[in-house]
């Protein structure tokens, strides 16, 4: 008996360890067979999706997981499969919940959001273990993050938060920091700043690896940003030092310490940082932002020179390349110091306009970057002053006496023909370069060829070339030894005959000079001054508009509304400017002077929209002009355009002083329109106008023909001349065709709009401009004025005399100047080339330098001086005047100023790498002592 309870003792414990044996062996069976292969493919491709560098936009919010790249797709498809294969094969083992959340975080790299989903649901849903539960938790939050469900997100996770708490279990620390850190990036996306704050707070000291915090302080500090908690940002940047994986993102936390610095006003410690950055080698590469900071920095602490140097420095440093971001935001920093250090309106808008320029995607760029708005705010400002100075200008000419009116004609005379010249020499100076380099090209394109003799001897077409660039310097020479000896001596006897014929040649040069003025627009009689002066008034009103509207600069609205009152305005601009200025002084807490203006616009307007406003606001009473007079205005009008025993002058009289007794009315723009168009149905009424206007039109559709043909010709001509091997003979007709001009026909003989009833139109047109520039009937009037516009006067002036240039008389040997001849020094190889040979960076403190040369025969320096070094005061023209307003302004300054390592660099260029093409005077070459201006700066 004791035997048999043995037995049946030891089979029931065989049975039992059988049956824990063979799940111990499913389960390892599915582990060695399965899902360590399956683990094994999802961890290499997470190693390539991982690996993937990450651009960080430091503008925009950082994200704590990194999202997933198309990288290791492969290897997570693999995954994917062998993971199923444990569901299906051995869906009784412990590995399922592991084959579950591998499955879904392999789709979840592979960007398929949905079916990852999918998973993570179905692990919640079927584990009993807590941990993997939190952890799916965790991974559907990162899915609808990725699908961008941010409010589904946050109500799920925070409903998960508050059930897993609730639970016996609790939750893991570190799942509970991954979700809540998730649950914080889904408030960033919806800009919830002060929550994302708290969650990401609370979950950062228990995550659970080094680079989540890393990159989850990075996010806290900038939300802090967001929550103008300055103080805060800085710790929270300042901390992610304390867990360095990436050094891109301890880079861009340094950086963001020292910005957050500079706003905390603790502008030493910012350039402090940035500083220590520069030097540091493992920043080469962010140079150029680095200094750009640097330059932001020197400007807040006031150090505007060093500030726009180092601007500058990142913009034309070419070895270390700035970003078009960083390009953007240095020409901005240029612009706010022209702006506001400065008072450069002009200059400021010259920058804005470049930032503006600049191909940047929004995001890369600071919220309050506005590039666009205030270059078309700051050209705007450019155009209206330019508008007012040359309307002024104009104003000042009309007022000058005979005397002093031929003055300034004379004056403004000579400097157009200055300015000819001087571009007749660049365009001389800038076809010798053109054939120069041309030739270089071609001698370049030639030489990889083996079948043209020794260093090409046998090439036909570089004997071309060379022979073109032989007479391009030398000129048709006798191939003989002392030639240029012989031919002195030969020609001694014809000297004074050839000088003479060159004098002659050089005044029927300058003879040829014809500038034509136009002196159309300028104002002689008192009522077209009056118009000028009431030109300049809307001008300066649109000023003061800009200012208030556009800029939000108060004191520059009030000033320039404040001139448009005081000079002769129209109506439109008196009313406007005075409730403009009586808004802006409320808006300035200023209640007496906005009282102020407001009654003067009462007064003075009682029946404007204007008036009825500040009216209502100040509790005003008033009463209306046509109160006052009893004057049904549209009845009025009515009678006008309905009495048809009024001529069609007599009809466009009365129209124009309807419109001009009631401005502020609504029918005035369109009584001022009928005028315009009474008068010119009477200008047609006139015999001769027909056959004029005809001949008009065909002499302007035959010079438009006449242009196109010989626009023709010279591009037949451009092409021929490509053809290196045509002789010097055969070329000049083809050039010659490419020299030609036309005369323009006298349009004047044939303008048909001519008398007194097209006159009066056209006074009507301009008055329309100023008093109703704001009608819809605007564009058609515009168009009419236009149409109307006389041609500009085609007569030549008086041609200036010029003295007879001498001479001058030097023995061989000697050298001769530049100005002497009337001619100027071309580097060989182009300036350009010749800078680019200047390696050294460092600032030259200048925009320009000027040197004087000796070079002989062969062009080759023989002795150099400096003369001078220019820095440009203005990037854009005068406005003083309009006979100088293309004057460049200039300022020298005294060599010493120079940077001595600079200078030292340069001249040692000029030494080593500095030659010139000879030059060539009555087909010689002679040494020449001449002053090269070498352009530094390009803005």
Request: net charge negative; with cysteine.
């Amino acid at each position: 008996m004791r035997n048999f309870v043995i037995l049946i003792s030891l089979a029931i414990l065989l049975t039992g360890c059988g049956s824990a044996l063979k799940s111990n062996w499913r389960n390892f069976n599915a582990y060695y067979n399965t899902f360590y292969n399956a683990t094994q493919s999802y961890e290499s491709g997470l190693e390539k999706n991982l690996n993937q560098s990450r651009d960080y936009n430091p503008l925009q919010p950082i994200r704590i997981h990194q999202e997933p790249v198309n990288a290791g797709a492969q290897e997570f498809d693999k995954a994917i499969t062998k993971g199923a294969d444990i569901l299906r094969k051995y869906n009784d083992t412990k590995w399922v919940d592991d084959a579950l959340l591998l499955i879904g975080k392999s789709y979840y790299y592979r960007q398929e959001y949905f079916s990852a989903d999918q998973k993570f649901k179905e692990l919640y849903v079927t584990t009993e273990n807590p941990e993997m539960k939190q952890i799916s938790v965790f991974w559907q939050g990162r899915v609808l993050l990725e699908m961008e469900l941010y409010n589904e997100g946050i109500a799920f996770l925070s409903e998960q938060i508050s059930l897993l708490e609730e639970d016996e279990d609790g939750w893991n620390e570190r799942h509970k920091a991954q979700v809540q850190a998730v649950l914080a990036q889904h408030h960033v996306e919806l800009e919830n700043w002060q929550t994302a704050a708290d969650q990401l707070s609370e979950a950062l000291p228990d995550l659970p690896k080094k680079e989540y915090k890393e990159r989850g302080y990075f996010l806290l500090g900038q939300i802090y940003e967001q929550l103008d908690d300055t103080d805060a940002a800085f710790a929270a940047y300042d901390k992610v030092s304390d867990h360095y994986v990436e050094y891109r993102v301890q880079y861009l936390a340094l950086r963001k310490t020292a910005e957050v610095a500079r706003r905390l006003g603790r502008l030493d410690v910012a350039y402090s940082i940035f500083d220590n950055m520069v030097r540091d080698d493992k920043n080469l590469e962010y140079k150029a932002e680095l200094d750009f900071e640097l330059a932001r920095t020197e400007q807040d602490r006031g150090n505007i020179e060093r500030s726009e140097r180092l601007y500058n420095s990142v913009l034309r440093n070419q070895q270390n390349k700035a970003s078009a971001e960083i390009r953007a935001q240095a020409y901005y920093g240029l612009a706010e110091m022209y702006r506001y250090q400065y008072d450069d309106f002009k200059k400021a808008a010259a920058y804005y306009d470049s930032a503006a320029q600049q191909n940047v995607a929004p995001e890369r760029l600071p919220e309050d970057f506005k590039a666009g708005e205030l270059s078309e705010s700051f050209g705007e400002y450019a155009r209206l002053r330019s508008q007012v100075a040359l309307q002024d200008s104009l104003l000042r000419l009309g007022q000058m006496s005979e005397a002093e009116f031929d003055s300034a004609m004379a004056e403004l005379r000579k400097k157009k023909i200055a300015e000819i010249e001087r571009q007749r020499r660049e365009q001389r100076n800038l076809q010798n370069q053109i054939v120069n380099t041309n030739n270089r090209q071609q001698r370049g394109q030639n030489t990889g060829s083996l079948n043209n003799g020794f260093l090409n001897s046998d090439n036909p077409s570089l004997q071309q070339n060379e022979k073109a660039q032989f007479l391009a310097i030398w000129g048709d020479r006798p191939l003989a030894d002392n030639w240029r000896v012989a031919s002195m001596i030969s020609n001694t006897a014809g000297n004074a005959d050839e000088n003479l014929s060159e004098a002659e040649g050089q005044q029927q040069t300058q003879d040829q000079v014809r500038v034509n003025i136009d002196i159309s627009n300028i104002p002689f009689k008192p009522a077209e001054q009056d118009s000028v002066r009431k030109l300049i008034a809307s001008y300066q009103y649109e000023l003061g508009n800009l200012f208030f509207l556009s800029l939000n600069m108060p004191d520059s609205a009030s000033y320039y509304f404040n001139e448009a009152l005081e000079n002769p305005a129209t109506q439109n601009v008196n009313m406007v400017s005075l409730y403009a200025l009586s808004e802006l002084y409320a808006m300035q807490e200023n209640q007496n002077q906005a009282v102020r203006y407001a009654q003067l616009l009462v007064d003075d307007y009682p029946s404007s929209n204007y008036a009825r406003r500040v009216s209502e606001k100040y509790n005003f009473e008033r009463e209306t002009e046509e109160e006052a007079s009893g004057i049904d205005t549209v009845q009025v009008f009515n009678l006008i355009q309905q009495n048809d025993t009024l001529s069609t002058l007599e009809k466009a009289g009365r129209l124009v002083q309807f419109a001009d007794s009631f401005k502020t009315h609504r029918l005035a723009p369109l009584a001022q329109f009928q005028a315009i168009q009474d008068y010119m149905e009477a200008g047609k009424q006139d015999s001769l106008y027909k056959s004029q206007f005809t001949n008009w039109v065909r002499v302007n559709e035959t010079w438009e023909e006449r242009k196109r043909l010989l626009a023709e010709e010279k591009d037949s001509a451009r092409v021929r001349l490509n053809d290196t091997t045509l002789t010097q003979e055969q070329r000049a007709p083809f050039q010659a065709v490419i020299d030609s001009t036309l005369e323009e026909p006298d349009f004047a003989e044939y303008f048909p709009y001519k008398g007194a009833d097209w006159d009066s139109a056209r006074a009507a047109i301009d008055t329309f401009l100023v008093h109703f520039d704001t009608s819809r009937l605007k564009p058609r009037v515009t168009v009419l004025k236009q149409e109307l516009a006389k041609p500009s006067d085609q007569k030549e002036t008086e041609r200036p005399r010029e003295e007879e240039v001498p001479v001058v008389e030097t023995a061989p040997g000697e050298y001769r100047r530049c100005e002497e001849l009337d001619i100027s020094l071309a580097v060989r190889g182009g300036m350009e080339q010749f800078l680019a040979e200047v390696t050294n960076t460092v600032d030259a403190g200048v925009n320009e330098i000027s040197y004087r040369f000796r070079i002989n025969q062969r062009g080759i320096v023989e002795d150099y001086s400096l003369l001078s070094a220019q820095r440009q005061d203005s990037l854009i023209q005068s406005d003083s005047s309009a006979a100088d307003s293309m004057a460049a302004s200039s300022l020298a300054v005294n060599s010493d100023s120079l940077n001595a390592e600079w200078r030292t660099a340069f001249e040692e260029t000029i030494e080593n790498n500095l030659l010139f093409e000879p030059v060539l005077y009555r087909g010689q070459a002679i040494k020449a002592e001449c002053v090269v201006t070498f352009p530094l700066k390009d803005e």
